[in-house]
């Protein structure tokens, strides 16, 4: 699988196809987030299926499940505790989208799913628990799984220290990724392969860099972000997406 090339039309099939269902879904997902999942399903062919890991209430699953909609209609296996009444607004979310007969829920945690799953993956989306010790088992656990060539992608990888700390230095500073990019607010993706590049590499560390930058700078201004003029921000965003 190549490298994801974005058609001009993917942000507007977003903004005017998924924008409007997930507005209302509860969740911490940013429009570049949501259009980045978009785009990734999107691209999927079929080499394997595509997993997501903590679901909650489905706003990341209806950006999956409207991109491979879009696509080849690759099968969704949205992996969650799945418990009480937020499995019914899940549920509610992905029929009004109406995406349910591509996600396959999976009432589980993601560890003990990992165990019993034997479907190579072509896009891998991990937002579960955010703890070091269970985000690594996350990872040692799911990645081998995906295809070569197959996308990975973690979520809260800017100031959360769990997620943050492991696609560092199992990501960014690894010989197994190429193609990594920081979406804002905080995810990671990056493409799986058998060995990347010297220049791959250096690619990464120049990612990880900019990430860092952003981690900071957003840090120091979140108390002042309210000063921050819309366009100016706006600016920024579009800036860090044509740097990388």
Known sequence: ?????????????????????????????????????????????????????????????????????????????????????????????VERAGIAELVRPIASLSQAAADGFDEPIELLFVDGSHEYDLVLEDFEKWVPKVVDG?????????????????VGHAIYRSRRFKDVKFVVGSTTVARRVGRNTLADRAHNRYVLGVKTAFWLGSSALKKQRRLLPAPVERLGRKLLKSIQ
């Open 150 to 166: 197959g996308w990975v992608v973690f979520h809260d990888t800017t100031w959360t220290q769990g997620p943050r700390k492991v």
């Open 1 to 93: 699988m190549g490298h994801v090339s974005k058609e001009p039309n993917v942000s507007k099939s977003f903004a005017e196809a998924v924008k409007p269902l997930i507005t209302d879904i509860p969740g911490w997902l940013t429009d570049e987030e949501g259009e980045a999942l978009y785009e990734l399903a999107r691209s999927c062919r079929g080499a394997g299926v595509i997993v997501e890991i903590g679901s909650w209430k489905g706003k990341s699953t209806v950006c999956l499940g409207l991109g491979s909609r879009a696509g080849s209609s690759v099968p969704i296996y949205a992996i969650d505790p799945h418990a009480d009444y937020r499995f019914g607004d899940f549920k509610t979310n």
